[in-house]
């Protein structure tokens, strides 16, 4: 029997998330580089993030937050745009 294919959805997250994530980190004083190692992200996924071409799992939407110390604005911002059904939300990762 073959394995069941995953649907995947792709979101577009919010257009100001990207700039509200990038001032965020230019404020602390971090690369993208130094951030995504922080949050223990791959780098190219933060990236995709910041540049508006992703939408992050809760799970990175929370390890970002705390490593680009957001305001509760902003934190407000990203968690409404994060999905809880993807990447290292996944549920199926999340019983592995």
Not at 65 to 87: C, K, P
Request: with cysteine; aromatic share 2%; charged share 25%.
């Amino acid at each position: 029997m073959a394995p069941k294919a995953r649907i995947r959805i792709r979101r577009t997250p919010p257009a100001d998330l990207g700039p509200m994530l990038t001032a965020a980190r230019e404020r602390t004083g971090l690369t993208q580089r130094h951030a995504s190692i922080a949050a223990g992200l791959a780098r190219n996924y933060a990236c995709m993030i910041e540049g508006g071409h992703r939408t992050p799992s809760r799970v990175a939407a929370e390890r970002l937050a705390d490593v680009l110390q957001l305001t509760d604005q902003e934190r407000v911002q990203l968690y409404a745009a994060a999905v809880s059904d993807a990447g290292l939300s996944h549920p199926a990762r999340q019983a592995a």
